[in-house]
């Protein structure tokens, strides 16, 4: 196993840059904390809150970022019994000394992890994945937005780092399971016996993030443990400072992570200077009423930054690259009637016999519409809407909900709109 530098520091350390193929150092013994522990604070450590004392004899991998979510997320895995291994993921290196650009996973993040993992007593990784991290998400993130269309990289990280490379590096240190500091839940099940796991969404609405992890199968809802879905931000804050952890009043970070405070349409411009072109803006009939300085400076929805003064105000409706034009019309020309999607795959695994209702979100954190979902071949479906749906766009995660319950999802690949709110023909999204 390649390790680079490790360190005698009161915490294991070391870099991996492949597979591990050995058990982790043992760390030494925790810092010293606060005892008698906060009434309030020890409350959160109940099982309603945060899942049985199940971990005697067993270890748990965390993903540690260096933020206050992943920070308690290994704390209370040590609380509730389990051996903990800290992970940080180093993702993304840009050319960016001071780290400004990436903060959430450049040196200080890390640096972060570890000095969380000292406090906590637990041993530390750092593992470098940012080629898988460049392949899977900063260049499908480009090419996407390039070609018109909106991607969501926090997904496709989750499908294909932390879900995938993550639990196979897990894994291979023997570990029993794998822990984020996500929010969402898992109602455990019995596979073998016909009784699938179950994916739910958070406690906390205001930071639920099932949306983004709908991808996840059958072995990963088995091996993955989501501990703070049951705690609030603010809760899982008080448990960050009643055990003095170093983050506990870390801001978070709101950006996406490569792109960090700069702008997407810039960070996707410097790599593909052709989605910079000038070109015409249309409405929904063709006819040419303006002129966009580059179709990577909008997406399907957006409002402001059009630059066409109308009563009403306008609603780009779609980005069609082969003609570098910009399609927009009134909001009731925007709302969805139809979408189709591709690479559907379902939480449960099997799929249903017949079409079936669903609440469906095409937003991180948007609002349930409900419609009626059919699959067809090759991870196909298509998703009718109830009334008016929602503004949507091919390469946006479409997720299908019952209640709750994430019952799967896919990626939007075409979208039939409904052309006026008197219900004239309908007008294919560009891009579909």
Request: aromatic share 6%; net charge neutral; with cysteine.
């Amino acid at each position: 196993m390649p390790v680079e530098s490790p360190t005698t520091q009161p915490w294991a350390t070391c870099t991996l840059r492949s597979a591990p193929e050995a058990a982790p150092v043992e760390a030494e013994a925790p810092a010293a904390l606060p005892a008698p522990l906060p009434a309030e604070a020890a409350a959160l450590l109940g099982e309603e809150k945060v899942g049985p004392r199940d971990g005697a004899g067993k270890t748990v991998v965390v993903a540690m970022s260096g933020g206050v979510d992943s920070a308690v997320t290994a704390l209370v895995m040590r609380e509730r019994g389990y051996r903990v291994v800290g992970m940080n993921l180093r993702l993304y290196s840009a050319d960016d000394p001071e780290h400004r650009a990436n903060p959430c996973c450049g040196i200080p993040a890390m640096d972060d992890a570890r000095a969380t993992c000292a406090r906590l007593g637990v041993p530390f990784y750092a593992v470098d994945m940012e080629h898988e991290f460049a392949e899977a998400v900063v260049r499908r993130f480009v090419d996407e937005y390039a070609a018109g269309r909106t991607p969501n990289p926090c997904l496709e990280c989750n499908r294909h780092v932390k879900f995938r490379h993550l639990v196979g590096r897990a894994r291979a240190l023997g570990a029993d399971c794998l822990a984020t500091g996500h929010y969402a839940r898992v109602v455990p099940g019995d596979p073998a016996g016909g009784v699938p796991h179950r994916l739910l969404r958070a406690v906390d609405g205001r930071k639920d993030q099932s949306y983004v992890l709908h991808t996840m199968g059958q072995d990963e809802l088995g091996y993955v443990r989501f501990p703070l879905g049951g705690l609030t931000k603010p809760e899982v804050r008080t448990l960050a400072r009643a055990f003095g952890l170093p983050v506990a009043d870390k801001a978070e970070s709101q950006e996406i992570c490569f792109v960090g405070n700069g702008s997407y349409a810039d960070f996707v411009a410097a790599r593909r200077p052709d989605a910079t072109r000038p070109g015409e803006i249309v409405d929904a009939a063709g006819t040419v009423i303006g002129a966009h300085r580059g179709l990577v400076h909008h997406t399907v929805g957006q409002r402001r930054g059009i630059g066409i003064p109308r009563p009403e105000p306008l609603y780009v409706l779609g980005l069609d690259p082969a003609a570098n034009r910009l399609v927009v019309g009134a909001r009731t020309e925007a709302a969805a009637r139809v979408v189709t999607a591709a690479e559907v795959t379902l939480t449960g695994g099997r799929p249903p016999a017949a079409p079936f209702p669903a609440d469906v979100v095409v937003r991180y954190r948007g609002r349930p519409h409900p419609a009626t979902v059919t699959l067809g071949a090759r991870g196909a479906a298509e998703v009718a809407f109830a009334g008016e749906g929602p503004i949507c766009s091919p390469g946006q995660a479409i997720v299908f909900y019952r209640g709750d319950e994430v019952l799967g999802g896919g990626t939007i690949a075409g979208v039939t709109r409904v052309a006026g709110a008197a219900g004239a023909g309908p007008l294919a999204s560009a891009g579909a």
